[in-house]
């Protein structure tokens, strides 16, 4: 393919890479926006921020022109999901998470109507092993539950998954079998560490090009930058590191 082709089809790793703002304040949120800058555009907002501060922060980032993945895993009856989707569709995020059955995914996608708002359903969580599994009831293995719940998930016609960067490959080949090679099925991945970091209570992680080379489209990374002395330098290195992963990726394909 010309350089020219190429180029245009070039993922912009730095669009591709999530932040998880844990924090237990909005101002402490704040800080770290304004820390990464022009280095990161795409912020996860979970239970802890929500708890804290509600929503406050997604119009703040809405009209900075960032992004807003809230990460609140939504699990209940069907009508109820439903009717909490609608609301957060109409406040201009991006991602946002659900888990359940089949059922639970259909009422969310329905509640999200044609709003560009996107949903992953949660798979497995990366702190859970085989004998998390036991201890959950679950007879089957770690991969057989996030095989099953990524079929539910394609079925019910979902965006995408959260899974662990271990599973990635298995989902991709799934999404491929079921919908097509240009189906657009997102795969994102917590669990992510560059080889200097802790594991933390992750016990299914990987590295950043790895998840990447798996078929990983987006990382969700808070501790590793969070926890860094510099923050944004942490996050331009492993911003560096998942472009080099995207760009291999592309030349392959080609
Ligand atoms: O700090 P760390 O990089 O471990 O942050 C990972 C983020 O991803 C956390 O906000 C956590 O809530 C989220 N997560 C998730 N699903 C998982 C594992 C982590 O949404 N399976």
């Known amino acids: 393919m010309p350089v020219a082709e190429l180029e245009m089809l070039r993922i912009d790793a730095s669009e591709r890479l999530i932040f998880a703002l844990d924090v237990p304040s909005v101002d402490e949120a704040r800080e770290l926006i304004r820390q990464l800058e022009g280095v990161v555009s795409f912020f996860k907002i979970g239970i802890e921020l929500y708890v804290s501060s509600g929503l406050a922060i997604i119009p703040e980032l809405v009209q900075q022109n960032k ?21 957060v569709a109409s406040l201009g995020v991006s991602f946002l998470t659900i888990h359940g059955n089949g059922q639970i995914i259909k009422a ?18 990366t702190s859970l092993d085989s004998d998390d599994m036991k201890d959950l009831g679950f007879e089957c293995s770690v991969e057989d539950l996030v095989i099953r719940r990524a079929t539910k998930a394609l079925e019910a016609g979902c965006d995408g998954v959260i899974t662990s960067p271990r599973e990635a490959d298995k989902v991709r080949d799934l999404a491929t079998i079921m919908k097509g090679q240009d189906h657009k099925f997102l795969i994102v991945t917590p669990g992510i560490r560059p080889k200097s970091s802790a594991r933390d209570d992750h016990k299914r992680l990987s590295h950043p090009a790895d998840a990447i080379q798996a078929g990983a489209d987006y990382l969700v990374i808070g501790r590793p930058i969070r926890e ?21 990726l592309e030349i392959e394909r080609s």
């Not at 939504?74 to 109820?80: G, H, K, N």
């Not at 969310?108 to 949660?122: M, Q, T």
């Open 228 to 248: 860094s002395l510099d923050p944004r330098q942490a996050a331009k290195d492993i911003i560096s590191e998942m472009q080099t992963a995207f760009d291999a």
């Open 67 to 87: 992004k807003v993945f809230l990460d609140l895993k939504y699990f209940d009856v069907p009508e109820t999901v439903k009717s909490a989707v609608e609301r």
């Open 108 to 125: 969310a996608v329905e509640g999200r109507g044609n709003a560009p708002l996107k949903l992953l359903s949660v798979t497995v969580l």
